[in-house]
């Protein structure tokens, strides 16, 4: 499956139901006027349907680019599979090794770069701004924003569990925003380490992150693209890391 997001940008990619309810795996895609830009390459277990979704899109056109925000299998999956399919395509990375390590048996290193948090690139005549990712479970991991469609890809950060009947819903399409309580069951289970946090720096973080460029769309892996109400999802993401710190250090503790 694939949806249009805004503008020149789609989101690709399907889901896994699980206790907790539906976790998205998603890929985006910048058309970029004939130099197609890819955000992650997804999960291998949704290997058909993302290539068929890819090819639909792209109608012949090969990608350009793959930025990876960072090498965890659910979001280079399929890279083997684009990079045979398309074998000229170029891989932008973070800035440590283990991009080396998973990548040479899939490409050259010539087409490999590494970029440090700053790095402005100009592709296609728009501009992508690589940061570092706030919130990470794989050190180098990186965010990166188009100034074109004023999105933030956040890897593994903002996602939040969903319906059955909500995989291709973006949070516009549904009666309400995404809650507090929602952002809060999936932040304590993708980021263990939030019991050890000061969740008031934290917030402080993002929140210069997000008052120094505008930001209009929020693109996370484990969602579907949050497209309205940028400065409340903000906030209710802000709300379930100030109480992720008391919630997971309660698991476990006696009754």
Same mark, same amino acid.
């Given at each position: 499956?694939?949806?249009?997001? !805004? ?6 990619? !399907? ?8 976790? $998205? ?107 570092? $990712? ?65 969740? $008031? ?55």
């Amino acid at each position: 499956m694939h949806s249009h997001v !805004a503008g020149d940008l789609y989101q690709l990619g !399907a889901c896994v139901p699980g206790e907790n309810g539906h976790e $998205a795996v998603r890929v985006y895609l910048l058309e970029n006027a004939g130099q197609p830009v890819l955000i992650d390459c997804g999960s291998h277990l949704h290997r058909p349907e993302f290539m068929a979704g890819l090819e639909a899109l792209l109608k012949g056109v090969p990608p350009a680019y793959v930025f990876l925000t960072h090498s965890e299998l659910p979001h280079v999956g399929n890279l083997q599979r684009v990079a045979q399919r398309w074998p000229a395509v170029q891989v932008i990375v973070s800035n440590v090794m283990l991009p080396y390590i998973e990548i040479p048996p899939v490409l050259p290193l010539s087409q490999v770069t590494a970029v440090r948090p700053g790095t402005v690139l100009d592709v296609g005549g728009r501009k992508l701004v690589f940061l570092t $990712a706030l919130l990470r479970d794989q050190p180098g991991s990186q965010w990166i924003y188009d100034t074109l469609t004023r999105a933030l890809f956040t890897g593994d950060a903002f996602g939040y569990y969903h319906a059955a009947g909500e995989c291709e819903a973006f949070s516009d399409q549904l009666p309400q925003d995404i809650s507090t309580a929602r952002f809060l069951r999936y932040h304590q289970n993708a980021f263990r380490f939030l019991r050890w946090t000061q969740p $008031a720096r934290l917030n402080a973080d993002l929140a210069r992150l997000f008052h120094a460029r505008p930001i209009d769309i929020i693109c996370p892996t484990h969602g579907n693209a949050l497209r309205t109400n940028i400065s409340a999802h903000l906030h209710n993401v802000q709300s379930a890391l100030s109480s992720a710190r008391t919630a997971l250090q309660s698991i476990g503790q006696p009754a």
